[in-house]
């Protein structure tokens, strides 16, 4: 079955830096496209990077110029590069597999499979 493991998170100050790493299985990596979402507490879900099949990528305002998402096909892992974080980047942060032939895109509904998670918290 469809295995995705966030791994990276963690806490820094502001203007830190932090790599997630999301590990896929059970599936053809490269066949689908992927994104990474967040959460805070108390709020919605959002979007924040997706990378396509052919390496396309796009990103949420809040995280442009910020955030970098790759990918590894090699190594069935997708990334999230994050630097000069700020207090407004804490949340849970899931690796989402987005259905199949859809797309590339930032809405949660298009996706269907999900990691478990990895927390950020930036301090100001």
């Known amino acids: 079955q469809v295995q995705l493991v966030e791994s990276g998170g963690g806490s820094v100050q502001a203007g830190g830096s932090l790599r997630l790493s999301c590990a896929a299985s059970g599936y053809t990596f490269s066949r689908y496209n992927m994104g990474w979402f967040r959460q805070a507490p108390g709020k919605e879900r959002e979007g924040v990077a997706a990378i396509g099949t052919a390496g396309g990528t796009t990103y949420a305002d809040s995280v442009k110029g910020r955030f970098t998402i790759s990918k590894d096909n090699a190594k069935n892992t997708v990334y999230l590069q994050m630097n000069n974080l700020k207090p407004e980047d804490t949340a849970m942060y899931y690796c989402?597999?987005?259905?199949?032939?859809?797309?590339?895109?930032?809405?949660?509904?298009?996706?269907?499979?999900w990691g478990q998670g990895t927390q950020v918290t930036v301090s100001s």
């Open positions: 989402a597999r987005s259905r199949f032939l859809v797309g590339m895109n930032l809405r949660d509904y298009n996706y269907d499979s």
